[in-house]
């Protein structure tokens, strides 16, 4: 058993262990502590980047789903855009135009073009613009003599001069020296008096041959306006004022009466209604012959019309027909109306090549049985130039194909080719830069929305290219139909006048003269010769035919 002091050394000694151990889990405790805060400042980093990856997941989740989106944005823009393109240019059912031009019923293909057509292109575009600026130097030449201004049969009025203490013992005339002018006498009104002899039979004979007739006087002649006081210079001179020189009758009037003569608007009015009466035979018989043609142009163009009922005047249209082989023209009237109805009544039962504008009325005819229809290259130009402004690039590269066009049209008919060699090189050259311009316009037509001018440019050349092309068919059709446009002109010069017609009666009195009066212009006929002569005639005449422009010919006095 250990002493008492024994028992102390060895508590002391355990004490001293006990307290080493006690510093060493101390030290161990404080390392601890160092390596949690450690460890919950490495808890804390990952927890902050895991947060950041997170972010950066969910960040990439969003990618991919708004990527999604995009995508399907993207597919809509595509399926719209090519609903665009067939809602502009309509549906094809070939896949380019065709090769042989006897078949015209042309596609755009889908090809852009190559690096050098459009280098060729631009350098075209280029060359045009320096043609258009080009300032023309007026180089001095000789001065040609100046054409002759008098027809040979105006009469001459002389005034002879002589120097002034003038001896005819001491000078012998030798000659004149002429100087001449044009002058005018004022119109002059006159009375044109029909006087007719009476004759009675004599007493005597009256008894010895009672079945004599007593009494003999000449018959009056046939009058345009029975027992009316207008002659019929005076009447064709009313018309001529008015749809030649574009004066209401209001103008009409008051230039009678500074010549001495007074009218009324109301007498005018009358003589006018009962001279397009008496012209209706003719009117009749000009649209038989226009729409008896192979080829014909038509359009149509405003014509104000007093309404009644609303008390002001109303948009109405005249349509123009010409046959485009002789010039003949005839304008229709049909209330005002633009519509298909009256396409119809004008156009549905012609058989023949019709040439047109781009409105719409006109595409039910495409492919109706004994039709062709072209178009009208002018109309497709004209709106690429309205599109100069917009985009000049593609507009003047679109003028440059057109241009061409026109230029191998003016080429041959400075050449004078007849027909056959038109439509040859019609074939061999115009054809090829049609095809040409379809190429093109497929290679830009994705850059132009629909309401812009380029792009209704665009549509309008698109859809009618078939129409367009097919006037390389036959040498005798024009590449335009500036013709009946040309034809339209007075109507439009008219209407700046005298404004508008008094009711659809007017108008279509209107359509009568100005269809004749066109149809004289087409055959150079004096207009104020060939109304005073049918006027003259057309009471008496059984064969009207002989009184249309194409036909008509002065007759002999004495064959009347």
């Excluded at 054409?147 to 040979?152: A, E, F, L, S, T």
């Excluded at 210079?233 to 009313?238: K, N, V």
């Excluded at 018989?285 to 104000?304: A, G, H, N, W």
Aim: charge should be negative.
């Amino acid at each position: 058993m250990l002493s008492k002091d024994q028992e102390i050394l060895h508590l002391q000694a355990e004490l001293a262990r006990l307290q080493a151990e006690h510093m060493k889990f101390e030290e161990l405790n404080r390392e601890l502590k160092e390596k949690s805060k450690t460890l919950e400042e490495m808890s804390k980093d990952l927890e902050a980047k895991n947060k950041k990856l997170e972010a950066a997941n969910s960040t990439i989740l969003n990618l991919e789903v708004e990527k999604e989106k995009m995508q399907g944005i993207i597919d809509s823009l595509q399926n719209m855009m090519a609903w665009f393109r067939k809602k502009m240019f309509g549906s094809m059912s070939e896949k380019n135009l065709p090769l042989d031009p006897s078949v015209l019923e042309p596609t755009l293909f889908d090809m852009s073009l190559s690096e050098e057509e459009q280098s060729d292109l631009d350098a075209e575009v280029k060359k045009m613009e320096e043609q258009n600026a080009k300032v023309i130097e007026v180089k001095s030449h000789k001065r040609e003599v100046r054409k002759p201004v008098m027809r040979k049969d105006l009469p001459v009025e002389e005034t002879h001069i002589y120097p002034e203490g003038i001896n005819p013992d001491e000078y012998i005339e030798i000659g004149v020296e002429t100087t001449d002018r044009i002058a005018i006498h004022p119109a002059v009104m006159y009375i044109d008096r029909t006087v007719r002899h009476k004759f009675v039979l004599k007493s005597s004979l009256q008894i010895e041959e009672p079945e004599k007739q007593t009494f003999i006087i000449a018959p009056l002649p046939e009058m345009i306006i029975p027992k009316g006081m207008a002659s019929e210079s005076l009447l064709a001179d009313i018309l001529i004022d008015k749809y030649v020189y574009h004066l209401p009758f209001y103008r009409v009037i008051q230039k009678y009466k500074e010549l001495g003569v007074l009218l009324s608007d109301s007498t005018i009015g009358d003589w006018f209604t009962a001279v397009c009466s008496r012209l209706r035979p003719l009117y009749d018989k000009l649209r038989e012959r226009i729409m008896s043609s192979e080829y014909i142009q038509v359009d149509e163009s405003t014509l104000p019309v007093i309404d009644n009922e609303k008390h002001r005047a109303v948009k109405g249209y005249i349509w123009a027909v010409r046959d485009a082989l002789c010039g003949d023209v005839y304008f229709h009237y049909d209330m005002g109306s633009r519509g298909g109805d009256t396409a119809r009544k004008l156009i549905g039962g012609y058989r023949g090549t019709i040439q047109t504008d781009g409105y719409e009325v006109y595409e039910a005819y495409e492919g109706a049985p004994g039709k062709r229809m072209i178009g009208c290259w002018a109309h497709a130009r004209r709106k690429f130039v309205e599109a100069l402004d917009e985009d000049k690039k593609r507009a003047s590269e679109a003028l440059v194909y057109i241009g061409k066009l026109y230029g191998i049209e003016k080429e041959m008919q400075e050449a004078g080719l007849d027909y056959d060699a038109i439509q040859k090189r019609r074939h061999e050259e115009s054809y090829k830069i049609i095809q040409e311009f379809e190429n093109w316009m497929n290679s830009v037509s994705g850059s132009f929305t629909p309401k812009s001018r380029m792009g209704k440019a665009l549509v309008y050349a698109y859809t009618l290219l078939p129409r367009l092309s097919r006037y390389v068919l036959d040498g005798r059709y024009n590449i335009d139909n500036n013709g009946v446009e040309n034809a339209i002109r007075p109507i439009a010069v008219g209407r700046k006048n005298y404004l508008f017609c008094g009711n659809h009666d007017a108008a279509v009195r209107a359509a009568i003269v100005y269809s004749l009066f066109s149809s004289c212009k087409a055959h150079n006929v004096d207009v104020r010769l060939w109304l005073e002569d049918t006027l003259k005639r057309i009471p008496t005449e059984k064969n009207i035919d002989r009184l249309l422009p194409c036909n008509w010919q002065v007759l002999p006095a004495n064959s009347r």
